[in-house]
T-cell receptor, first 109, second 113 residues
């Protein structure tokens, strides 16, 4: 069965420190992986997708099929990065998503 | 408001009540989804509609009844809910069921008493 695991419920770092939010998935085919972010009092929104190989707000994520991981990284965290981050997987080219449990990122001044 | 809009934002209902959640999207998308976000659990997909037809029902109890009258509107009718159904219910839409860039509403916080 398809599954997405985010092992950390809470990640707390200081401003300017590097941050890595972990995401591992289980799926035997070729998945599409995403990171969604939810800032306080705002709706869930797409941060980035592995197909685009883009960098949004300084965040990047590389799909590692060998390790079945899609970790989200940023070299220098900012206070405004504090939010809930959800890793998600889409399979069979379907629009439905399977989400991880989310990681709360807290960036302290 | 553009994007995906959900009403109401908050809802408290008794176990014998009947209520409905509404979702509206102004993005011209053809696929719409209901997700449930419970405390301490991942977001769970409940229903998928594509071109107003239900294409997926993820073993959701019959006390949740979706309705998609057109591609812009999606409802979730609720009746005889249980306290464990209290959660955040999120609506999302995408271009089609094969388009994975989903846009989410802000959710309806449901409390069943």
């Amino acid at each position: 069965a398809q599954r997405v695991t985010q092992p950390e419920k809470l990640l707390s770092v200081f401003k300017g420190a590097p941050v890595e939010l972990k995401c591992n998935y289980s799926y035997s085919g070729s998945p599409e992986l995403f990171w969604y972010v939810q800032y306080s009092r705002q709706r869930l929104q797409l941060l980035l997708r592995h197909i685009s190989r883009e960098s949004i707000k300084g965040f990047t994520a590389d799909l590692n099929k060998g390790e079945t991981s899609f970790h989200l990284k940023k070299p220098f965290a900012q206070e405004e990065d504090s939010a809930m981050y959800y890793c998600a997987l889409s399979y069979n080219q379907g629009g439905k998503l399977i989400f991880g449990q989310g990681t709360e990122l807290s960036v302290k001044p | 408001e553009t994007g995906v809009t959900q009403t109401p934002r908050h809802l408290v209902m008794g176990m014998t009540n009947k209520k409905s959640l509404k979702c509206e999207q102004h993005l011209g998308h053809n696929a719409m989804y209901w997700y449930k976000q419970s405390a301490k659990k991942p977001l769970e997909l409940m229903f998928v509609y594509s071109l107003e037809e239900r294409v997926e029902n993820n073993s959701v109890p019959s006390r949740f009844s979706p309705e998609c009258p057109n591609s812009s509107h999606l409802f979730l009718h609720l009746h005889t809910l249980q306290p464990e159904d209290s959660a955040l219910y999120l609506c999302a839409s995408s271009q089609d069921q094969y388009g994975t860039r989903a846009f989410f509403g802000q959710g309806t916080r449901l409390t069943v008493v």
